[in-house]
């Protein structure tokens, strides 16, 4: 009905002086609802901030964890807000067995987190994408071989997934390069244990474009496959792709900080937050609480608040919710 | 208020040549299961006979439109017509040229025959890419057809086209969501003259709108018909709406044509008993308070048509050859040509 | 009713209403207003809507998609959808005021009081249960009947309304029917409970021709035997030509014309009815060109002051612009438009041969 009301009338638009880009921005539905609910602003802000902290590290962080030489050990498990009586550092969030400052080990971590996540994301999406386009516009065996492998795939875990692939991965490479490179199979195996939700969105997507009377206008007109599936289909597929991509980050940071906790991900000389807790979980029970602690809140903040705007980007942009 | 005129007066087209030729046409789809649940529960392949053995010709100038209820395969045909679908069976020759492999035709191959027709959907709110302006959208076929053509003079033309359907040239920078039904479907009606075609296939390109726009866009179309000398292939399921738009209606039923007539032909004198059921079924403002006659049945599931005429089950008139056999259309005298053995036998009139 | 004293002169001083006008009427509304509240402002969505149903008579609303057809009958069931509200009016039902009801109070009159009968067959079975489970269900919800009465019941009412061999039809689920015979279970199902009225909004729009016959007729026939009120939305005039007894256009959320189905149909009177009327194809004529009525409907958050249709008009004038006309005795109907003001009627232009000025080109 209330669609009725506002879409469906047959009437001559009224042509108001065009707005710019910028007021139609801030008028538009997104705003609006964005506006209206203080948990989507607190998330944004924290997200906003976490993701600035994290580019600008090596500007704020007092000290870079990854350089030895920068490590003082005399100052070691340093607890939280102190200045140390030896070199005179400050440390906010203490510091590690290493003397490793938790503050900056945190804003490095983070990067590598969010460095890893884009990417796998990213790598998952563009896969996701492109088989699932192959598979709803071409259909037939392409699409059965894609889809049952798809299948198959969700029948493991992802992280068990991510894991696997991790695994086989390293066993084509001599040990020399783990540390090297564990960074880009680190990305590899989240990407691919996480495409096929992109998929199965995008091929779904794909079927309901492709049989809509604008796409059969083009084919009439005799526009070649790939430009129908490029100029058509693929802008009017990407909008369902772009939420399941801002929820896939979180869980791709989770996943990243996983496979560092199980102790396969990145080292303990590159550590991301999930390194950070593995190694943090040892003093747990010894006193040293702020090791484990300040990563693991700032690893439960970063996912929750970029969850939540994925949750909130779904449901704004999801026309049946309305 | 108009005068009532008694036909679409015979326009030159009535002789004219032949630009549309359509022989024996038939489209079937595989509709089973996939392989697996066919093994699984040992069901047999199944086949829709969406259109099985459909012929027509159009001359050039002419309106044929295609009309019946929904699955009686009117829209495949169109789909047929433009290569949207490949043939299963058949021929379709376009102006002496055969285009019956058009469907596999890829690219420039194919653009000598498609630059010359276009095609109008039903619905006005699925027609229009949503993420492109409306001049991008008309825009489409012209940046395809003619590559060499200026973007000033592609942006000019885009803007005579608007006006021609009753629009303004700078709605071309504006988006399709910010348009009614009756303005998209003018949009769309702009798209399909961008490169001035001969031929166009419209599919219920009314069917979705309000009465008063539907006299609006049935007019345009009226009008650019006379001006352009444009052929139409109509499809509809409104018995109303064909009579105003057509020289000439094929009535199908199932897959198959019942009967096919000159308009006045058909609507004073059918002589498919179907086509009698359709007239008759009609609402009719005329009609206040008359209860239509009430007709029987509905349209079988296409997928397991009946045996022979597929209206038997339906027919008062249905007998034994009926039921075994199916009707062949034959021409008869008053110009009609009719699928029935009761019309053919001389037992119906 | 007693509690709106000059709606009583409205509906009862129309003479050319002989059902209405003798019984008390089914469904009374009066002065209903629906409003959508939204961040640009409140949207009118129906505008001082009045209307009565006699006992077994057929009201048919007609309008354009965005008139309010809906609407009025979603607002009588309170199934607006939300932000959605009556925002003044009265709804009454047997002379019961039902409008101000607490939900649980309204709730239980649905199914029992009034019934209800929609576009899509399937939005109103059940696809999990056997049409005879949901019958039986139904009618034991309603009256009190044991089982094994409630499913004669059920076949009882499967009959009347022509499903064949219903004792075999009672087990099925819906999705074995085919779309005319569900939308016949579904007026079954609307008539279980005896209900003294029925909406049906566009019962027959997803059905083909031969179908949409069988369907109204036997609609028409059943709330004749019963004496039921039946409200029928539609956008097709042909359907409410040949079911419904009186008419009522709306335009922009506003009643514009009412009166029995001949007289509006043959003789509209309101200008935006006759435009309608004469913009639909007929078999019976065959016109060189449609009768156009110029522009569109205006959306809801843009009505044009005073009457809704002036823009459109052929004979708008200065009053038509400032003051919005209400139903006046016109013809055989009421329409409101200032043409028909009994004091002071608006002459309406005319061309050179004398004949009023139409919008055809």
């Not at chain 1, 563009?126 to 795939?153: E, H, K, N, S, Y």
């Not at chain 3, 609609?219 to 030509?241: E, P, S």
Request: proline share 7%; net charge neutral.
């Amino acid at each position: 009905m209330s669609q009725d009301v506002q879409t469906r009338n047959d009437t001559a638009p009224v042509v108001p002086p065009k707005p710019s880009k910028w007021r139609t921005f801030l008028d538009s539905d997104i705003v609006y609802s964005w506006k209206r609910q203080p948990v989507v602003i607190l998330a944004t802000l924290v997200t906003l901030v976490m993701f600035a902290a994290a580019l600008f590290a090596p500007w704020i962080a007092p000290q870079n964890p990854f350089d030895p030489r920068q490590l003082e050990l005399i100052d070691a498990f340093a607890p939280p807000m102190t200045t140390s009586d030896f070199t005179g550092n400050f440390y906010l969030l203490g510091s590690d067995s290493q003397g490793r400052d938790v503050f900056s080990a945190i804003l490095y971590g983070s990067r590598i987190s969010l460095l890893v996540g884009f990417a796998a994301v990213i790598f998952a999406l563009v896969l996701g994408t492109a088989l699932g386009l192959l598979a709803g516009f071409r259909g037939g065996w392409r699409d059965a071989l894609i889809m049952r492998i798809a299948d198959v795939q969700l029948t493991f875990p992802s992280i068990l997934m991510a894991l696997l692939i991790f695994g086989v991965i390293r066993g084509f490479l001599p040990r020399s390069m783990h540390a090297e490179v564990a960074i880009i199979v680190l990305i590899i195996a989240i990407g691919l244990s996480d495409w096929v939700q992109y998929a199965r969105a995008v091929r779904g997507a794909t079927m309901v474009e492709k049989s809509k009377e604008y796409v059969q206008a083009a084919r009439v007109i005799g526009l070649p496959a790939r430009k129908i599936l490029f100029q058509h289909i693929l802008p009017n597929v990407l909008r369902p792709v772009l939420v399941i991509g801002t929820i896939g980050l979180a869980l791709a940071i989770i996943a990243e900080a996983t496979l560092s906790f199980l102790g396969v991900g990145m080292p303990a000389t590159q550590p991301s937050l999930g390194t950070l807790i593995r190694v943090g979980q040892d003093y747990m029970f010894s006193g040293e609480w702020w090791i484990l602690l300040f990563p693991g809140m700032a690893l439960l903040l970063l996912a929750l608040s970029v969850n939540l705007l994925g949750d909130w980007l779904r449901d704004v942009l999801n026309p049946k919710l309305r | 208020m108009c005068a009532d005129t008694a036909v679409k007066p015979a326009s030159p087209a009535a002789q004219g040549e032949i630009l549309l030729e359509a022989q024996d046409l038939a489209r079937y789809f595989d509709v089973s299961k996939p392989w697996l649940n066919r093994v699984i529960e040992r069901s047999e392949r199944l086949t829709l006979r969406a259109v099985d053995g459909v012929g027509f010709s159009i001359r050039r100038g002419e309106t044929l439109s295609l009309v019946g209820e929904s699955g009686c395969g009117k829209s495949t045909v169109a789909r047929l017509v433009v290569g949207l679908y490949g043939l299963t069976r058949g021929r379709l020759t376009f102006d002496g040229e055969d285009i019956s492999d058009l469907a596999s035709r890829t690219g420039r191959q194919a653009a000598g025959v498609r630059k010359r027709f276009q095609m109008i959907f039903q619905d006005p709110y699925a027609s229009l890419n949503p993420l492109w302006r409306v001049g991008t959208i008309i825009g489409e076929p012209l940046r395809f057809f003619r590559p060499e053509m200026s973007s000033t003079d592609r942006r000019r033309r885009v803007g005579e086209l608007l006006e021609q359907v009753g629009m303004s040239a700078m709605d071309a920078n504006r988006y399709p969501h910010e348009f009614s039904g009756g303005q998209r479907q003018r949009i769309s009606i702009a798209r399909a003259l961008a490169n001035e075609p001969e031929f166009m296939i419209c599919d219920e390109p009314t069917s979705a709108l309000d009465v008063s726009v539907q006299a609006q866009i049935l007019n345009l179309m009226r009008d650019l018909q006379d001006e352009y000398g444009l052929t139409y292939l109509f499809i509809s399921h409104d018995m109303a709406v064909v009579k105003h738009m057509s020289d000439r209606i094929a009535v199908m039923y199932l897959g198959r044509i019942a009967e096919i007539a000159p308009a006045e032909q058909l609507f004073e004198h059918p002589h498919h008993p179907y086509s009698k059921m359709l007239l008759a079924a009609v609402p009719s403002l005329e009609g206040v308070g008359k209860e239509r006659s009430v007709i029987q049945g509905e349209v079988p599931n296409p997928v397991h048509p009946p045996s022979g005429c597929a209206f038997h089950p339906r027919c008062p008139h249905a007998n034994a050859r009926c039921q075994a056999e199916v009707p062949r259309l034959i021409a008869r005298s008053d110009g009609s040509e009719v699928a029935c053995h009761g019309v053919e036998e001389g037992r119906l009139p | 009713m007693s509690s709106t004293p000059s709606s009583v002169n409205q509906s009862a001083g129309i003479g050319h209403e002989p059902t209405a006008a003798a019984q008390e009427p089914v469904l009374s509304v009066r002065h209903l207003r629906v409003e959508f509240p939204t961040r640009h402002g409140t949207l009118v969505a129906l505008d001082d809507v009045s209307f009565d149903i006699a006992p077994g008579e057929v009201l048919g609303v007609v309008g354009e998609s965005g008139a309010g057809k809906s609407m009025t009958g979603n607002a009588v069931i309170r199934l607006l959808e939300l932000p959605g509200r009556i925002a003044a009016g009265e709804v009454h039902l047997s002379g019961k005021r039902i409008d101000d009801l607490p939900e649980e109070q309204f709730v239980p009159l649905r199914g029992r009081h009034i019934g209800m009968i929609f576009q899509d067959p399937l939005t109103s079975l059940n696809p999990l249960f056997s049409i005879g489970d949901q019958l039986v269900e139904t009618i034991r919800a309603h009256l009190p009947m044991s089982e094994r009465e409630a499913r004669e019941e059920a076949l009882r009412l499967l009959r009347e309304v022509g499903i064949p061999a219903p004792e075999s039809r009672l087990d099925s689920y819906p999705h074995q029917f085919s779309g005319g015979m569900r939308q016949r279970v579904v007026i079954a199902l609307a008539l279980a409970a005896r209900p003294e009225f029925i909406i049906a909004d566009e019962p027959t729009t997803a059905l083909d021709v031969s179908v949409q016959a069988q369907i109204l007729a036997l609609l028409k026939r059943l709330c004749a035997d019963h004496g039921t009120a039946v409200m029928l939305v539609t956008h097709d005039m042909g359907v409410i030509a040949e079911t419904a007894d009186r008419v009522a256009v709306m335009y922009a959320g506003r009643l514009i014309e009412i009166g029995p189905v001949d007289e509006v149909v043959r003789n509209p009177q309101h200008p935006y009815t006759k435009g309608l009327m004469a913009s639909i194809p007929g078999i019976a004529r065959r016109l060189e060109r449609l009768y156009q009525i110029e522009g569109a409907m205006p959306r809801l958050a843009a009505i044009p002051p005073g009457c809704a249709f002036n823009p459109r008009c052929p004979h708008a004038q200065q009053r038509c612009r400032d003051e919005r006309p209400d139903l006046m005795p016109a013809g055989g109907s009421r329409a409101a438009c200032w043409l028909h003001d009994p004091v002071d009627p608006l002459p309406p232009r005319l061309d050179l041969e004398g004949q009023e000025v139409s919008h055809v080109r």
